[in-house]
């Protein structure tokens, strides 16, 4: 009965949910006072810090736009481990917050969901919020993405990665006339499927600055992060213009530039394949796959 | 399947030499008229990006070789092109080598076998030669199950029986 009554939501009910709590922690405490001396007391005023700091060297690419001139260098800053978060990110604005002020990176929702902190750590391509730090004494070593133009320290030049992006017109486009805000446009399970491990890209450039290829012709080849959301806009089953964004490719430099080399699928800090999406792509450009089947029900005259 | 076997392979073969053969040349001059005008205007404006990048803001480029931790796949890939130019090669000296020795094989193959030189060293020879030949042959066959769109997972267990495979098979070539 006294079960029932401390379920209740009226202020019987949390009365009840109190006391038996009282009781529970005052039954439990003696409990504990009886069975084990407690000698490590969690002290919540004065928190005893470790006494030895583990400290961890960062070695930091530099370059002052101000002083074009001036060849880019490697900073050496040393920090304690015991004192920072576990990620690169922690540590990279514990040395802006402390030390040096001047470091510039690009940074913004410290969860691996925006795609701005991306920079080659210990030579691989990650965001460097979800990178934890090595705990190892090797200094930590941190660039910016490989092969870009630099504007400042660890920030490159994206512009021509957004350029590419446009070029492949990322939106839905139809064909058949509708009156916007009539109907949704209806999605099969298995199509929506279709685009799983592709609509999660969050376009951080991981990918496409760690191909060699894209290293050697970034002005030409468009990367393995623009070409994945090519083909997810070509799978995609409520899209008319299926035809047209694959004519695009249909020269040496755009899509033929991938050689399969695959740095692509291992960088990738979400776990996407880009590889397989341009092996796909490059299957339907020569007529070995055919299309994807669209949904009928959104495609073509009838839809209405 | 909508197509033949038969145009599977013209496809393949067209596209295989459009990619590095002699057609390539072809297709790069070509390249104007194929190009759609969204590629044509994004490739100006891309040269923009570049010549206002290196003249106006003189900005470095990042490195790249000297801290890039490559992972082990590209040393598939990058022995496949190894192989590729070594197998180059070996076909331009091949021919004038076999011009020599017309008429005297016979007598080379007596020389070399009845000498002292030591049967491994032969063997490893053989192998030298053979090795470029059945792995770019098997590695190759795996571009082009990529260029249908089939095993782009499990990469190092394919990678592994592509090594092991072309030593096998180079082992079986040299026994010729």
New interface residues.
């Given amino acids: 009965m006294f079960r029932a009554l401390a379920n209740s939501t009226t202020p019987v009910g949390g009365a009840c949910r109190l006391l038996f709590v009282q009781v529970r922690n005052t039954t439990a405490a003696a409990a504990a006072k009886t069975n084990a001396p407690d000698t490590k007391k969690p002290d919540m005023v004065h928190l005893k810090r470790e006494s030895k700091p583990r400290t961890k060297t960062v070695q930091i690419y530099r370059w002052n736009p101000e002083e074009p001139d001036k060849k880019p260098y490697l900073q050496d800053y040393n920090i304690d481990l015991n004192d920072c978060g576990p990620m690169v990110l922690d540590a990279l604005i514990k040395i802006k917050n402390e030390m040096d002020p001047s470091l510039a990176f690009r940074r913004s929702c410290r969860e691996g969901i925006c795609g701005s902190c991306s920079m080659n750590i210990d030579g691989r391509n990650t965001l460097a919020c979800i990178c934890k730090i090595d705990e190892s004494s090797k200094p930590l070593k941190v660039y910016p993405l490989p092969h870009m133009y630099v504007v400042k320290d660890l920030v490159p030049d994206f512009t021509n990665f957004y350029m590419q992006y446009k070029t492949i017109e990322p939106y839905l486009k139809r064909k058949t006339e509708i009156n916007i805000g009539d109907k949704q446009f209806f999605q099969s399970v298995e199509d929506r499927k279709k685009l799983d491990g592709m609509y999660e890209c969050i376009l951080c450039a991981c990918c496409s600055t760690s191909c060699p290829s894209y290293w050697w012709n970034a002005d030409k080849y468009l990367g393995p992060a623009v070409l994945m959301q090519a083909y997810k806009w070509i799978v995609d089953s409520r899209d008319e213009y299926t035809k047209e964004r694959l004519e695009q490719f249909r020269d040496t430099f755009s899509l033929y530039r991938c050689h399969t080399i695959m740095n692509c699928t291992k960088a990738c800090p979400k776990g996407l394949n880009p590889a397989k999406a341009i092996g796909e792509l490059k299957a339907l450009l020569a007529n070995v796959a055919t299309s994807p089947s669209k949904n009928s029900a959104t495609v073509g005259p009838d839809y209405k | 399947m909508?197509?033949t076997l038969f145009q599977?392979n013209r496809?393949?073969l067209t596209?295989a030499l459009?990619?590095t053969g002699p057609l390539?040349i072809r297709?790069?001059k070509a390249?104007s008229s194929?190009?759609?005008p969204?590629?044509a205007?994004?490739?100006t404006?891309?040269?923009e990006?570049?010549a206002t990048?290196e003249n106006k803001?003189?900005?470095?480029?990042?490195?790249?070789?000297a801290?890039?931790?490559?992972?082990f796949?590209?040393f598939t890939?990058g022995f496949h092109?190894l192989t590729g130019v070594m197998l180059n090669t070996m076909l331009y000296t091949a021919g004038p080598l076999a011009f020599l020795a017309t008429g005297h094989s016979a007598e080379i193959l007596h020389y070399i076998y009845t000498s002292d030189i030591p049967s491994w060293f032969i063997f490893s020879v053989k192998m030298f030669i053979a090795l470029p030949f059945s792995y770019h042959t098997i590695n190759g066959i795996r571009?082009m199950a990529?260029?249908?769109?089939a095993g782009?997972?499990q990469?190092e267990k394919i990678s592994a029986a592509v090594i092991l495979l072309s030593f096998v098979l180079a082992a079986g070539l040299t026994q010729l």
């Avoid at chain 2, 803001?57 to 070789?65: D, L, M």
């Avoid at chain 2, 990529?146 to 769109?149: P, S």
């Fill in positions: 909508s197509i599977l496809q393949l596209r459009t990619r390539a297709q790069q390249t194929t190009v759609t969204e590629v205007n994004y490739r404006k891309s040269a990006w570049v990048n803001f003189k900005r470095p480029i990042s490195p790249h070789i801290i890039y931790r490559f992972p796949q590209v890939s092109r571009h990529w260029d249908t769109g782009f997972e990469y």
